[in-house]
């Protein structure tokens, strides 16, 4: 979620600005609507039907807006620039996103520049897209970046967001790039099925969010969509070659790797807070989830992370065996529980406990890194087919801090774990 519209009047600290079309093979404007949709894959932004007939926007939204439009949006002391590159473009070769496309490159990208300085203030970047996008499957760009691991979460506003000011955020690009932006093209592959909530039918606009504290310079190009699905067997392919289904490594943002809602519950006097910390963290790189945690007497708290999309699908996890996730404690000695809740439990606002920590680990948590590892058997009664989140659930009355990291699932036929 983030504020958009005011902020595009405060480009005051914007290293550059331009605005224009971001793919340059225009269409004929006498095509119509149905010409359009009727087009074969891929098609460039310009080729995207037009927005319905009886769409209404605001009168800023008519006379500044258009498509292909890209700028900035920044509040001091953060800074982006925003504009057209032609010394460094895409130069490679289509063929192998989805057969033959047809469409000459252009020779030139948009480049983005940024400065996200404190956790207080805001920034990114957006491309108005105007269009029908409910006759695609799938967006697809290409990305590099100067130095590499530059990172930023992707969303999209359709007509009533954007007036609301109120963008719908998936994730990450690196859950699309699970090695990150480098400094060669890669292609990044986004399911339009991902934007859960906006009415893809009256996409208004594309927005890169720098959600975290940091600095870069990339470019993206060759922006193009496809009514064939091109993601989604990947995934699967993925998941069955790394034997497990990573839910969340908590590295790039606020939401899981499958673009759902995570956060902390809370009753008074209990409290919980989280934050993704870079102070611990598995491996040489990344970040972890810490939990501060105070349990009273009286009341609960306790963290959560969504299987399913609000009022929406819920996640089969019936391949799956088992529930796995790293864990230390700042002191050690820390207790917890873990649960989990399916579709009924969800509507209940509640969740089956599997039991406390120190069950799947001898000698409990510790100041050092160990794997715990739940049987899904061991959460009772749930319909594994219609699963809706993860808990850790502070049941004793105690205070202190644990690190979470790389929650996964691993696969019934994994000989391993």
Not at 11 to 16: G, Y
Not at 66 to 88: E, L, Q
Not at 290 to 318: A, H, M, P, V
Request: hydrophobic fraction near 40%.
């Amino acid at each position: 979620m983030i504020k958009i519209a005011a902020m595009l009047l405060l480009t005051i600290c914007l290293w550059n600005f331009a605005s224009g079309a971001v793919v340059f093979a225009a269409t004929p404007a006498s095509e119509s609507a149905p010409a359009l949709a009727a087009k074969k894959d891929p098609v460039l932004l310009d080729d995207l039907p037009p927005l319905p007939n009886n769409t209404k926007l605001l009168e800023s939204e008519a006379r500044f807006g258009y498509r292909g439009k890209i700028g900035a949006f920044v509040i001091t002391p953060c800074m982006v620039g925003v504009y057209f590159d032609k010394k460094i473009f895409y130069q490679g070769e289509l063929d192998t996103v989805a057969g033959n496309t047809g469409i000459p490159l252009d020779k030139q990208s948009m480049k983005i520049m940024y400065k996200k300085a404190d956790d207080k203030s805001f920034c990114g970047a957006y491309v108005i897209l105007m269009a029908d996008m409910s006759p695609y499957k799938t967006m697809t760009f290409f990305i590099k970046g100067e130095k590499g691991n530059e990172c930023f979460e992707m969303g999209l506003n359709d007509v009533i967001s954007n007036k609301r000011e109120d963008a719908v955020f998936i994730g990450a690009v690196n859950r699309y790039l699970p090695d990150g932006v480098t400094t060669d093209w890669q292609l990044v592959k986004i399911p339009l099925s991902d934007f859960y909530g906006p009415d893809i039918s009256r996409a208004y606009s594309f927005i890169l969010h720098f959600n975290d504290v940091s600095e870069g310079t990339f470019w993206i190009d060759e922006i193009r969509f496809y009514k064939e699905d091109l993601a989604s067997a990947e995934r699967v392919q993925v998941i069955k070659k790394n034997g497990y289904f990573l839910l969340d490594n908590f590295d790039d943002c606020d939401l899981n790797l499958l673009g759902r809602k995570i956060n902390c519950y809370k009753k008074l006097p209990s409290v919980c807070t989280f934050a993704r910390t870079n102070e611990e963290r598995v491996g040489p790189r990344g970040r972890s989830l810490r939990l501060d945690f105070k349990k009273e007497s009286t009341g609960w708290c306790g963290y959560y992370s969504l299987l399913n999309q609000i009022e929406g699908k819920y996640y089969d996890l019936s391949p799956y065996k088992s529930a796995s996730f790293m864990v230390k404690g700042k002191n050690g000695g820390e207790k917890f529980q873990i649960g989990m809740a399916d579709k009924n439990w969800v509507i209940i606002g509640d969740s089956l406990k599997a039991g406390g920590v120190d069950k799947y680990l001898r000698g409990g948590v510790t100041k050092e890194w160990q794997e715990v590892i739940i049987p899904l058997e061991d959460f009772g009664l749930l319909d594994f087919s219609q699963m809706g989140s993860f808990v850790i659930d502070f049941n004793e009355k105690s205070e202190g801090t644990i690190y979470i990291d790389n929650l996964k699932f691993y696969l019934k036929d994994n000989k391993v774990n």
